[in-house]
């Protein structure tokens, strides 16, 4: 069974995941990285348009005890008894707004993947999956020092999940339209 870090794009899941890995000793396994080898992607990485069922299949055969697999399509392509712990990390949409434009990502893809944070899109497809194997961790406001600190700490101990509400959030800031609208 693996260790996973999940969560939309630019959550951190690779900066995280290299320093955890390095003190864990694990070797990542990046599921965009397999995916896209495979040709499994088109263009455009970081979208759900992948065949998962072939995936799934690449990656069972490919994984080892001594990874840290990686990749916001984690809950779609694993199966519960593949996973020891599942990380869901969350970070505001307002946060991932100034990564995506850094990436330079279309406003369309910027509102599908707000979007989908605001919702918690994956994090809901992974608890409601993994259930008691998952962990959501908030990483907003962190440095990323502070933020590898708390991943470690709610690894070794038994912590449930944080809680997280950005639909709540953006509503009292008046920001519904800010986000879902064109
Ligand atoms: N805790 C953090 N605080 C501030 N910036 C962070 C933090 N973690 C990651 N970042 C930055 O956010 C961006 C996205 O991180 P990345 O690891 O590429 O995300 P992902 O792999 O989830 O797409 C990078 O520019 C990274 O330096
Ligand atoms: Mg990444």
Excluded: C
Excluded at 20 to 44: M, T
Excluded at 67 to 74: F, K, R, T, V
Excluded at 118 to 140: C, V
């Amino acid at each position: 069974m693996s260790l996973v870090i999940t969560g939309n794009p630019g959550v951190g899941k690779h900066t995280i995941a290299e320093k955890i890995a390095q003190r864990l000793g694990l070797v990542i396994f990046d599921i965009n990285k397999i995916a896209k080898d495979a040709g499994l992607f088109e263009e455009n990485q970081d979208t759900n348009d992948v065949d998962t069922e072939i995936l799934e299949k690449i990656i069972a055969e490919k994984i080892s005890e001594n990874n840290l697999i990686i990749g916001h399509l984690a809950p779609y392509v694993l199966e519960k008894n593949q996973v020891k712990k599942m990380i869901i990390l969350r970070r505001s949409p307002y946060d991932l707004i100034k990564v995506y434009k850094e990436r330079r990502y279309p406003d369309e893809k910027i509102r599908e993947n707000t979007g989908s944070e605001i919702l918690g899109i994956i994090s809901h497809d992974a608890i409601s999956k993994f259930e008691e194997k998952t962990i959501q961790i908030d990483i907003t406001g962190k440095t990323i020092q502070e933020a590898i600190e708390k991943v470690m700490v709610m690894i070794s101990g038994n912590e449930g999940d944080e809680k997280v509400d950005w639909l709540d959030l953006v509503t009292k800031n008046n920001d519904l339209q800010k986000f879902f609208v064109d």
